[in-house]
């Protein structure tokens, strides 16, 4: 499996972006996808996952309703958007794959997504 992610970049607190994470190997709707994030000194934490079928979803308390992950199966993309931008965001943000988990599942821990993509830097500026 392998992953790209893009769309990071400098914004202002308050601001938006929107992350993509395009992956490949297998089938798309096989994969549960997450994002996942790490600010420097800090330990890589859980932002949200979406389920394979993509009608199910889970946020980090940190990013409820600022954040949603979405998934295209038929691009073969997940994505989050990121509204409302808080210093606090500032990491290098990572998607990542779980493969042939059950359809509805949405994971949260670190070791249950085995494929990891090169990380995207969002920076929020006070």
């Known amino acids: 499996v392998q992953l790209q992610a893009c769309g990071g970049g400098l914004v202002q607190a308050g601001g938006s972006l929107r992350l993509s994470c395009t992956a490949s190997?297998?089938?798309?709707?096989?994969?549960?996808m997450a994002w996942f994030r790490q600010a420097p000194g800090k330990e890589r934490e859980f932002v949200a996952s979406?389920?394979?079928?993509?009608?199910?979803?889970r946020y980090a308390d940190s990013v409820k309703g600022r954040f949603t992950i979405s998934r295209d199966n038929a691009k073969n993309t997940a994505y989050l958007q990121l509204n409302n931008l808080k210093p606090e965001d500032t990491a290098v943000y990572h998607c990542?794959?779980?493969?042939?988990?059950?359809?509805?599942?949405?994971?949260?821990?670190?070791?249950?997504?085995?494929?990891w993509g090169q990380g995207t830097q969002v920076t929020v500026s006070s």
């Open positions: 190997g297998h089938t798309f709707s096989r994969y549960t």
């Open positions: 990542a794959v779980a493969f042939d988990y059950p359809r509805e599942a949405t994971m949260q821990g670190l070791g249950e997504y085995a494929y």
């Open positions: 979406i389920s394979r079928s993509g009608r199910t979803s």
